[in-house]
């Protein structure tokens, strides 16, 4: 099995390489192209999930401890797993749905069409699943039952979020600019000024330096995060090329894989001041982190929702939207 992953990171990788230069200006358009703020706003809500916001200070200690990482700083492992190369296959299944899809037609088939759809669907039930798994750790005095509630409110907000296209642009710019907002925070209550951010991120050039060791799986837990990318990215990528705007295929590039990489760049890097000082999150902070994970698990449902639904036409203009919002969140 990561003989087979490894063959297929370095295939994709080559590929997305090859469709840069060889056609580097190549106009990629979706169906509802949108303004390139609104884009990457959707891009970066939707292709992650409340992990970003709160694994890292779990990871950062194992990180430390374990030989398998002993290569490199704990704050460049967290980054390899999330940002960087692994955004190369949001680029690669974008450009393909916005170029050789509507061509091919391959997903249009019945077979590959009801597969891919109930692919997404059990990944909306497993977002969910580990929402619900993953909240006690959250919000450690939460009871079972306010835990069912919260997860089931979080998937209606999802549904009633899918049945518009305009209340999408409005949650992805707002959570991307609470993010910002929660970044700014924690960083000024850590007390580590601009010099030992600066200090931080200036580490984080290593990743550059070992490259080549994220391109293949580290180990079997590395080889999981890269089989979550690999199939969440098609999935992300049929949904965002609809929004791409007529960028040239240089452009998407850069817009997918360096731009989301740096606010991770800068959220992980104050987290990783509190951990190498030793320094408590306080109750503020991670209530803000628990609010802007929540967003993103909405967002995440809203585009998986919006997909297989217009993908199997049972949109809010089939249904209606109290048929739909019933269908979908039931």
């Given at each position: 099995m990561m003989t087979l992953l490894s063959i297929a990171m370095v295939v994709a990788l080559l590929s997305a390489a090859f469709v840069v230069l060889r056609w580097p200006t190549y106009q990629c358009i979706g169906d509802t192209p949108l303004p390139t703020v609104s884009f990457l706003a959707i891009l970066f809500t939707s292709g992650l999930?409340?992990?970003?916001?709160?694994?890292?200070?779990?990871?950062?200690?194992?990180?430390?401890?374990?030989?398998?990482?002993?290569?490199?700083?704990?704050?460049?492992?967290?980054?390899?797993?999330?940002?960087?190369?692994?955004?190369?296959?949001?680029?690669?299944?974008?450009?393909?749905?916005?170029?050789?899809e509507p061509r091919l037609k391959l997903f249009e088939l019945a077979?590959?069409?009801?597969?891919?759809?109930?692919?997404?669907?059990?990944?909306?039930?497993?977002?969910?699943?580990?929402?619900?798994?993953?909240?006690?750790?959250y919000i450690e005095v939460?009871?079972?039952?306010?835990?069912?509630?919260?997860?089931?409110?979080?998937?209606?907000?999802?549904?009633?979020?899918s049945t518009r296209l305009s209340v999408l642009r409005v949650l992805s710019?707002?959570?991307?600019?609470?993010?910002?907002?929660?970044?700014?925070?924690?960083w000024l209550a850590s007390g580590v000024g601009v010099s030992g951010l600066l200090g931080t991120m200036g580490g984080?050039?290593?990743?550059?330096?070992?490259?080549?060791?994220?391109?293949?799986?580290?180990?079997?837990?590395?080889?999981?995060?890269?089989?979550?990318?690999?199939?969440?990215?098609?999935?992300?990528?049929?949904?965002i090329a609809r929004f791409v705007n007529g960028m040239a295929a240089w452009k998407l590039l850069i817009a997918i894989l360096i731009v989301p990489s740096i606010p991770i760049a800068l959220w992980f890097s104050v987290l990783f001041g509190y951990f190498a000082g030793g320094t408590p999150v306080s109750d503020s902070i991670t209530l803000l982190m628990i609010v802007v994970g929540i967003l993103f698990v909405i967002n995440?449902?809203?585009?998986?929702?919006?997909?297989?639904?217009?993908?199997?036409?049972?949109?809010?203009?089939?249904?209606?939207?109290?048929?739909?919002?019933?269908?979908?969140?039931?």
């Open positions: 999930d409340v992990g970003l916001i709160m694994f890292p200070l779990i990871d950062f200690q194992t990180y430390a401890t374990e030989t398998d990482y002993g290569f490199t700083s704990p704050l460049v492992i967290e980054f390899g797993f999330w940002g960087g190369l692994v955004w190369g296959f949001y680029f690669l299944t974008t450009l393909y749905f916005c170029a050789i077979l590959i069409r009801w597969i891919h759809n109930l692919v997404v669907i059990a990944t909306c039930a497993f977002t969910a699943y580990l929402f619900l798994t993953f909240l006690p750790s939460i009871s079972p039952t306010l835990a069912y509630l919260l997860v089931g409110t979080v998937i209606v907000l999802a549904v009633l979020s710019l707002s959570s991307t600019g609470l993010f910002f907002v929660l970044i700014a925070a924690a984080l050039s290593d990743y550059l330096a070992n490259l080549d060791r994220f391109i293949l799986p580290i180990n079997e837990y590395h080889g999981f995060y890269l089989s979550w990318w690999f199939a969440w990215s098609i999935m992300i990528g049929q949904f995440s449902l809203d585009s998986l929702t919006r997909l297989y639904s217009q993908n199997l036409g049972l949109t809010v203009e089939a249904l209606g939207r109290y048929r739909y919002v019933l269908t979908h969140a039931g």
